[in-house]
């Protein structure tokens, strides 16, 4: 069912650990989770604060977690939705996969290529100095960004595909940002599971 790491090197090679799990899943595996989350999962599209403006989201989320972890970001609170057979599922896998545990998972749906997230790092404070972050894509193909915040000549940038896992580790949200941008031509739904170890 998962694969193993694509070349069992650190993308980045500095201030942080990026590892690329390029067929965890297959696809057979990955359509069925992707029609599973798209019907299951309880989609919510929230307004967020920016720079003093009041926006809604360009993409729909969901937030899991043991009862009682609230997740804070850009002015919003996420309450905890219960988990899902299916999220259940892919968490187990991903933990063995990684020996690690998560209590908390951060879903994304970008209903097609006019969806995205705009550069950012995973850098609350309930994640902890170091967070861990293990993320999981399914549905369409779309590209993923890194660039360091010191230098401009470091920047990263490659395909997550459906089935995919991406692990981001170590300093990595200190130095880096990352981005899901705009792929007007993509005319499918890409969902992102980002699996996460919340302080409670």
Request: glycine share 8%; with cysteine; charged share 20%.
């Amino acid at each position: 069912m998962t694969g193993g790491l694509y070349n069992n090197q650190n993308l980045i090679q500095q201030d942080g650990e990026l590892y690329f799990y390029k067929d965890f899943f297959n696809n057979d595996t990955s359509n069925l989770y992707t029609q599973t989350l798209l019907k299951d999962i309880p989609w919510q599209q929230k307004h967020i604060t920016l720079f003093g403006n009041t926006v809604e989201q360009p993409r729909l989320v969901s937030w899991h977690a043991e009862s009682g972890i609230h997740y804070k970001y850009s002015g919003i609170t996420m309450l905890p939705e219960p988990w899902t057979d299916t999220l259940l599922t892919i968490k187990h896998a991903v933990e063995e996969q990684l020996n690690t545990k998560f209590n908390s998972a951060f879903l994304n749906l970008y209903r097609n290529g006019r969806d995205y997230m705009g550069w950012h790092r995973d850098n609350e404070k309930s994640l902890g100095p170091q967070p861990y972050i293990a993320s999981l894509s399914f549905g369409a193909d779309r590209k993923f960004k890194f660039k360091h915040i010191n230098n401009t000549n470091f920047n990263y940038e490659l395909i997550l595909k459906s089935g995919s896992m991406l692990t981001m580790g170590g300093e990595i949200q200190h130095y880096w940002k990352h981005c899901l941008p705009k792929a007007l031509k993509v005319n499918g739904p890409r969902i992102n599971i980002t699996f996460r170890q919340v302080a409670i």
